[in-house]
């Protein structure tokens, strides 16, 4: 035990000793390490009357990235530049395609142009789709259908034979054309969606008989084409022949 402390005790010394920068004139202490060398901060150069750096627009080139990162100064500039540009409850409007992904992040198709939950890997029946929401993204919304090759309703939504959905619960609905709907529960619901304005991630959040909303999960049967909406993947996997795989829906540009 008190090795491995002594043991423990010189790893770090070692490590703060390895990780310093290496002093050029002085010796080193702890204020030199905690303020490495680096240019004008945006508020310095505020301060002097100098037009900003222009790191945050340069945010994604390749090897600016790690810099800029350290940079705190202008990271809390730009994040109290964003609140003030883009207020959470200012209504946006959006609109493109539904693309489906596994949750490790790999595109299996789109969801079709089709009455019913199917997706498809071709681009020529895709599904436009339209919807409002403010710049947070705060559900619940509904989704419209902009080209829809089907005779209406035109809201995409979810229509279920079973009005609760829940953990160890294999019920389900299918994801579909539906009537507009106020939020609220129901066997065919169309103001069920959220949006994660950063990641563009649609979100579906169906509410149960008791009006909470419970956490829903979106399967897909690769082999039926068929896309479900349900409390849990799990237990509908064991309650039924053919399995769904756990899939998530986001917006991307027409
Ligand atoms: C969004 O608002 C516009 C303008 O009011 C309207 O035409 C459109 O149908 C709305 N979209 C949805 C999905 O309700």
């Keep these: 035990m008190q090795l491995t402390l002594i043991f423990l005790a010189s790893l770090t010394l070692l490590s703060t000793f390895l990780l310093a920068p290496t002093p050029s004139h002085a010796s080193p202490t702890p204020i030199q390490i905690a303020a490495p060398l680096k240019r004008m901060t945006n508020a310095e150069r505020l301060s002097r009357g100098l037009p900003p750096n222009a790191p945050v627009f340069k945010r994604l080139q390749p090897g600016q990235h790690q810099n800029q990162d350290r940079d705190a100064p202008t990271r809390v500039l730009a994040a109290r530049a964003s609140p003030s540009s883009v207020p959470p409850n200012r209504p946006v409007s959006l609109s ?32 436009h789709v339209q919807f409002n929401t403010t710049a947070s993204g705060k559900g619940p919304f509904d989704i419209i259908a902009t080209n829809p090759n089907f005779p209406a309703p035109f809201y995409v939504g979810a229509k279920s034979g079973s ?15 539906v009537e507009k709907k106020p939020f609220g529960p129901g066997l065919s619901q169309s103001a069920l969606w959220s949006l994660d304005p950063s990641t563009k991630q649609l979100i579906p959040h169906w509410v149960n008989s008791d009006h909470r909303t419970v956490r829903t999960q979106i399967g897909v049967d690769l082999r039926n084409n068929y896309l479900a909406f349900t409390g849990d993947v799990q237990a509908f996997n064991k309650a039924n022949f053919w399995p769904i795989s756990e899939v998530q829906f986001f917006l991307v540009p027409v």
Excluded: H, K
């Excluded at 009005?163 to 994801?175: I, K, P």
């Design 96 to 127: 493109g395609r539904i693309q489906v992904r596994t949750v490790e992040g790999n595109s299996v198709g789109y969801v079709r142009n089709w009455e019913s939950g199917i997706f498809s890997t071709l681009p020529t029946d895709q599904l």
């Design 163 to 177: 009005l609760d959905f829940g953990r160890g619960n294999s019920n389900y609905a299918s994801l579909s054309d």
